[in-house]
């Protein structure tokens, strides 16, 4: 290198040492030695998170709450750059760092060590590095700063921080469970407040939104706190995709975002949100990706992509009877439900169809010519009946029953049905939520449709528009065990036809003429 190219890297390396945003990018190149997908949200960010920092100038942020996207880079950001970059800078400030995992934790607190232990690091901060402990749980600097990685699961003690860096403290899939959310809310207001160093101590909590009872709606709600502690908390919303302009400014950052354009476009363009929304269904996108949780009472499933089609409209398709038990003859219990799904080859994808549909409030004897009527009605269709609520019985009473059903229609001359029946036990790591939840998909984007013919389709709209997942409503018997049909491995497309390939009987071959 000649004496300029030395002077410009020397500069590089100052700027990157106080410019949070320029030691990301120069970690990107020079560290990850991978490419960086640049966004202005992320230059915001950087400034954002410098003003927590009592050392780095601006309005001091003692409280703020981000909330973004998943795979946004909040976590790259806030953790793995951050803390470093913050320890470079003041070697005596004590993090925390929270999230949902054990597993996630330690691994953070292992990249952010070997970035400190790196020759890029050394090379923006040249003092060297001396650590009096170093473990998988927390490490500690020679002049008293450090990191400590743990999750919310259990009460913080023993520890003060400076700063406290809490990264998706619950799993998307752990809002249903109202003890999981409880506990969480609890343990930050019983342990966390108390785990501050000092009043200029900083507390930045960075997630998505999951819904109206997650960490950040507990601590903006008026029935938990007071307003003077709300309006501690400094809110920075990043849409995936805005409907007004918006103006961001932090320090010497300033940046006017257009209506309707996406936050990191090349994450996400408008079409891939708006399939994205498609998929989610409208609740789940509006909660992750637009950061405004919606309080719904039904209306997971929205009536606009209910879709019939007639049977000529399908293909070639195998079909599947599932049955949903009840567990007690009482007026006020579920209805038993047989559900019968036709599931066929579409658009390079599998397309599930509900053929027909019976339910009711039976006794064994009625579930069970119900059955044998589906069985007579489609006769190549594999029976499957959940074990749960009676299920081995009926299943051993029907095929009793069956042997008498065949006797009769031999007498007629009519062909037997065949026995094809299977009693199963559904997965338990699956709640009967998540099981229809994982229907909407389908819902959504035409892939699962009904049959014009399909007996009590009136019931299967009401279950559908009524299902909460906040509220499950308590007779949704059929879409359960539409669902059910759904998740079961069984449940595949006939194969695919093969193309045939040409094989002429006589093939001329090329000669010389001479």
Not at 87 to 95: I, P, S
Not at 169 to 188: D, G, T, W, Y
Not at 341 to 353: D, M, W
Request: aromatic residues 12%.
């Amino acid at each position: 290198m000649n004496k300029e190219e030395i002077q410009r890297e020397l500069a590089l390396r100052a700027l990157a040492k106080r410019d949070f945003y320029t030691f990301v990018k120069l970690k990107w190149a020079r560290y990850n030695l991978a490419p960086f997908m640049d966004s202005w949200h992320i230059a915001y960010l950087c400034k954002i998170l410098e003003c927590t920092l009592p050392s780095a100038g601006g309005d001091l942020i003692t409280r703020l709450m981000i909330n973004m996207p998943p795979s946004y880079g909040k976590t790259e950001i806030v953790a793995r750059c951050f803390i470093a970059w913050a320890l470079g800078l003041d070697r005596a400030r004590k993090f925390f760092y929270i999230s949902y995992s054990d597993d996630l934790c330690r691994k953070i607190a292992n990249q952010v060590r070997d970035l400190m232990k790196s020759k890029f690091y050394a090379q923006v901060f040249c003092e060297p590095l001396e650590f009096l402990q170093d473990n998988a749980q927390e490490f500690v600097l020679r002049e008293g700063g450090g990191l400590f990685v743990t999750t919310l699961k259990s009460a913080l003690t023993g520890f003060h921080a400076h700063q406290i860096l809490i990264d998706d403290p619950i799993k998307v899939s752990e809002m249903s469970s109202k003890s999981a959310v409880k506990a969480v809310n609890s343990n930050f207001k019983e342990s966390v407040l108390s785990r501050l160093q000092d009043n200029q101590s900083n507390i930045t909590i960075l997630m998505q939104r999951l819904g109206l009872n997650d960490l950040c709606g507990f601590l903006l709600s008026p029935r938990e706190f007071e307003s003077e502690q709300i309006s501690a908390w400094r809110v920075v919303k990043l849409q995936a995709l805005n409907t007004h302009e918006d103006l961001y400014t932090c320090k010497d950052f300033s940046y006017t975002r257009p209506p309707n354009t996406p936050l990191f476009q090349a994450r996400h363009n408008v079409v891939e949100l708006e399939n994205m929304r498609l998929q989610m269904g409208n609740d789940e996108f509006c909660a992750q990706y637009l950061q405004e949780p919606l309080a719904t009472s039904g209306g997971y499933f929205e009536e606009g992509f209910y879709k019939n089609v007639f049977l000529h409209e399908l293909g070639d398709y195998n079909v599947y009877i599932f049955v949903d038990n009840a567990m007690s003859l009482k007026e006020s219990a579920d209805n038993r439900a047989i559900i019968v799904v036709g599931v066929e080859n579409y658009k390079q994808s599998v397309r599930y169809c509900v053929l027909d549909c019976y339910c009711g409030v039976w006794d064994e004897e009625t579930t069970i010519s119900y059955i044998l009527q589906a069985k007579q009605a489609y006769p190549r269709a594999k029976t499957y009946i959940e074990s749960e609520g009676g299920g081995l019985v009926l299943h051993r009473l029907t095929l009793a029953q069956l042997v008498r059903f065949n006797e009769a229609l031999k007498a007629k001359g009519q062909a037997p049905l065949e026995e094809n029946m299977i009693c199963y036990t559904p997965s338990r790591k699956v709640s009967k939520v998540s099981k229809i939840k994982a229907l909407r998909p389908y819902y959504n984007t035409g892939f699962l449709v009904f049959s014009h013919a399909c007996q009590n389709q009136e019931q299967l709209k009401k279950e559908l528009f009524s299902f909460n997942p906040d509220r499950p409503y308590k007779q949704d018997d059929c879409i359960d065990a539409l669902a059910s049909a759904l998740a079961h491995s069984d449940v595949i497309p006939p194969p695919k036809p093969t193309e045939p390939k040409f094989s002429p009987r006589y093939q001329l071959k090329r000669t010389w003429r001479i």
